[in-house]
């Protein structure tokens, strides 16, 4: 903190457990990856190589090195486990992630259609070896999972080995547990609450509007993802009520009065 203020709420310390910040890489080069460490590393956890970029993503040696000197976890996009998988190339996906001393999967079934115990499985398998965050929702308009089906299997995704289980939204914020508007699917995430641990929850927030939403529904330290590069700052600052959206939300109540 560059200054003493009261009344901010207390942030988890790294390397933490919830609170999480997870950036999605959508391309950055090596030298902007670095910029980002400088910029933003003090507030993020986890770093997604989004959708299937790694496949073409330039030095991403480098670039896994650097995020990880800079204590950050990096790991491919859950797309990109299923690009492998569809392909009947489960063991040469496990085999990557050794090659690039990744100790962070996810495994998701958003893109393709996959029978939830080959799933399990796949969590299972991987679960020895590695950390393994898993996404439940699909990444196709139109496909509707029940709020209780969301719940069972998140449920059992964490049984089978999952650390983290994502509730999908995409990148756009308009699918899963958000509508089409960018609302939040509000049943479905009070369904979720009140049957998951909120600590094994990450939920994906693309949006300023989510993530407002989810720092007045479940505090300061609630999970986080799919946050822009240049939003990470700027998300600290909600979470800590630095910005006009959050700016009462964590102070006593003799100071609520000053609202407008």
């Known amino acids: 903190m560059n200054f003493d203020l009261d ?29 980002f460490i400088d910029s933003s590393g003090e507030y993020t956890d986890l770093v997604k190589f989004g959708f299937g970029t790694a496949i073409i993503a330039k ?8 995020y990880q000197e800079g204590n950050l976890r990096p790991y491919f996009g ?15 996906y496990r085999r990557l992630v050794n090659k690039y001393k990744l100790d962070l999967v996810e495994i998701s079934d958003g893109s393709m259609a996959m029978d939830h115990h080959d799933k399990l499985k796949a969590i299972e398998i991987m679960a020895k070896d590695v950390t393994v965050i898993s996404e439940v929702g699909s990444k196709v308009k139109g496909v509707e999972i029940p709020p209780d089906t969301w719940v069972e299997m998140m ?4 049984e089978a080995g999952s650390w983290k289980v994502i509730a999908e939204a995409r990148e ?22 009140n049957h998951i641990s909120t600590d094994k929850v990450l939920w994906e927030a693309p949006n300023k509007s989510q ?31 630095l910005r006009g959206d959050t700016f009462f939300d964590f102070l006593p109540e003799n100071l609520q009065g000053f609202k407008q």
Not at 7 to 26: A, N, S, V, Y
Not at 172 to 193: H, P, Q, R, W
Request: proline share 2%; charged share 30%; hydrophobic share 40%.
């Open 211 to 241: 993530q407002v939403y989810f720092i007045k529904l479940l505090g300061a330290n609630v999970n986080l993802g799919n946050i822009a590069t240049h939003e990470i700052v700027s998300l600290e600052a909600l979470r800590l009520g």
């Open 59 to 66: 030095e991403l040696k480098k670039k896994i090195k650097i």
């Open 172 to 193: 756009s914020g308009t699918i899963g547990i958000y509508n089409e508007d960018g609302s939040a699917n509000k049943e479905l995430i009070c369904d979720i609450i």
């Open 7 to 35: 009344f901010l709420p207390k942030r988890t310390q790294k390397p933490r457990t919830e609170g999480l910040t997870m950036m999605m890489d959508k391309g950055l080069s090596a030298k902007e990856a670095e910029n």
């Open 155 to 158: 449920k059992s995704e964490i």
């Open 78 to 92: 859950g797309t990109l486990f299923e690009l492998f998988y569809i392909r009947g190339r489960f063991d040469d």
